[in-house]
T-cell receptor, first 116, second 115 residues
Framework: AQSVTQLGSHVSVSEGALVLLRCNYS??????LFWYVQYPNQGLQLLLK??????LVKGINGFEAEFKKSETSFHLTKPSAHMSDAAEYFC??????????????FGIGTKLQVIP | NAGVTQTPKFQVLKTGQSMTLQCAQD?????MYWYRQDPGMGLRLIYY???????DKGEVPNGYNVSRLNKREFSLRLESAAPSQTSVYFC??????????????FGPGTRLTVL
């Protein structure tokens, strides 16, 4: 069984400030971890993913996340928030089902507000 | 390359009416998925199709049926719509094979209101 907990359904930051969105997961097998972004009235778009290898993962739009196995965390960060970062962010975890398909469990999402 | 497309974008139904949500992908992906998104609940899996010709229930399948018509198309049917099915529905596809793929591609969503 796998699950995802996103701490804070709403986060507000000032433009130019650090963005930190928290995600903790549980998984019975080594996890694949994802962050997706959803802009208003759009579908989800992959920001970044961790599968194996380097634990610090860089994504699009200046975002990065670090996989910390000991803390079961995969927090998303960006050094300097931009107005265009205002969106909803979803953390997700999956393992590879033996059938070759991917079953993904999503967190409830964090809405990021950027204040000018 | 259109990716994942969904029709319609918006729909309003009355309780008891039926409808089919259409989804197609042009990326030659094997597996496809239907999710619903509700405020404060994230995305929940309704049904999935690991490959052409197979379908399986997800977390919240009650009140829905699906058809994997061919490799490209995966439809979701509401036989008798209920207000509890008011939601945003997303279709996604996934390319199985190499572990480095590991990404689901999402359609733009269908916003359904049941009165």
């Amino acid at each position: 069984a796998q699950s995802v907990t996103q701490l804070g359904s709403h986060v507000s930051v000032s433009e130019g400030a650090l963005v930190l969105l928290r995600c903790n997961y549980s998984s019975s097998v080594p996890p694949y971890l994802f962050w997706y972004v959803q802009y208003p009235n759009q579908g989800l778009q992959l920001l970044l993913k961790y599968t194996t290898g380097a634990t610090l993962v860089k994504g699009i739009n200046g975002f990065e996340a670090e996989f910390k196995k000991s803390e079961t965390s995969f927090h998303l960060t960006k050094p300097s928030a931009h107005m265009s970062d205002a969106a909803e962010y979803f953390c997700a975890v999956s393992d590879m089902n033996s059938g070759g398909y991917q079953k993904v469990t999503f967190g409830i999402g964090t809405k990021l507000q950027v204040i000018p | 390359n259109a990716g994942v497309t969904q029709t319609p974008k918006f729909q309003v139904l009355k309780t008891g009416q039926s409808m089919t949500l259409q989804c197609a992908q042009d990326m030659n992906h094997n597996s496809m998925y239907w999710y619903r998104q509700d405020p404060g609940m994230g995305l929940r899996l309704i049904y999935y199709s690991a490959s052409e010709g197979t379908t399986d229930k997800g977390e919240v399948p009650n009140g829905y049926n699906v058809s994997r018509l061919n490799k490209r198309e995966f439809s979701l049917r509401l036989e008798s719509a209920a207000p509890s099915q008011t939601s945003v529905y997303f279709c996604a596809s996934y390319r199985s094979g190499r572990s480095s793929y590991n990404e689901q591609f999402f359609g733009p969503g269908t916003r359904l209101t049941v009165l």
